[in-house]
């Protein structure tokens, strides 16, 4: 009897390990790593970071995941002393041409810097973009103001929960054979930006859809969990029980 109570025991314990390990992994997924390294400005309003975001379908995916909850993290040193007023670099989101031949240059302040951290959000992000659709946004970049920037990493933290053990590198996007690139005549750009509009926000839509149902799944894993240990802690003790009857 002792050695069933041990092995009811035991595997408790194994179970609440492996549904603890489930619920870690699923919270550090989002935590996605753009870069890890050592890149530099030049001092002058330069960059230290940049991303072409149309360099590949991957980073066009990532960009459409954050929302209202995100975060992005750079750890940074600086050399020198900043401009007045500024807290030394800003993240900066790039729209090559606009309607009119303007761009967009958006360069958003930190929210917060902590132990060499600096962290900015979304809503700041889209007030100086000037706009919640970042599937318009080209170019990426971490920019200095006035001394000289080192970036070290850059972090997109999607749930907006902080950076939790580990990030993970930008996940491959899997996507059907594409069909040969033609160039279209000058009337059909338009029909064309606005079908890529609503292709961007279908996939949008489906990674919200995606990351709901993880947030479900860990839910439930969790609830199973505490059953099956209730279940356990039950047993255990009708068994000690009955030794005394």
Do not use: H
């Not at 929302?67 to 790039?94: C, H, M, R």
């Amino acid at each position: 009897m002792r050695k069933f109570s041990k092995w009811l025991s035991a595997a408790a314990v194994m179970l609440l390990a492996v549904i603890m390990s489930a619920v870690t992994a699923a919270a550090a997924d989002d935590d996605i790593c753009l870069f890890e390294g050592e890149g530099k400005s030049n001092g002058s309003w330069g960059q230290a970071y940049n991303l072409n975001i149309r360099s590949d379908e991957k980073y066009a995916q990532l960009i459409l995941m954050l929302n209202e909850s995100s975060k992005v993290y750079v750890d940074f040193e600086l050399e020198g002393t900043p401009a007045a007023n500024t807290q030394g670099l800003t993240f900066i989101l790039q729209k090559w041409e606009k309607e009119g031949g303007d761009q967009i240059w958006a360069q958003t302040p930190p929210t917060d810097i902590t132990d060499g951290v600096a962290a900015f959000d979304y809503a700041s992000m889209v007030d100086t973009y000037g706009s919640d659709d970042l599937s318009t946004v080209d170019q990426i970049y971490v920019g200095d103001t006035g001394a000289v920037l080192k970036v070290t990493k850059v972090v997109f933290d999607i749930n907006g929960d902080g950076i939790n053990g580990d990030t993970v590198e930008i996940p491959e996007i899997k996507s059907e054979d594409k069909a040969e690139e033609t160039s279209a005549p000058d009337d059909d750009k338009e029909e064309e930006t606005t079908s890529q509009k609503a292709d961007d926000k279908d996939k949008a839509e489906e990674n919200e859809e995606e990351s709901s149902s993880g947030g479900i799944n860990v839910v439930l894993i969790v609830v199973i969990a505490v059953v099956v240990i209730a279940a356990v802690v039950v047993v255990l003790v009708l068994k000690n029980r009955k030794k005394y009857y």
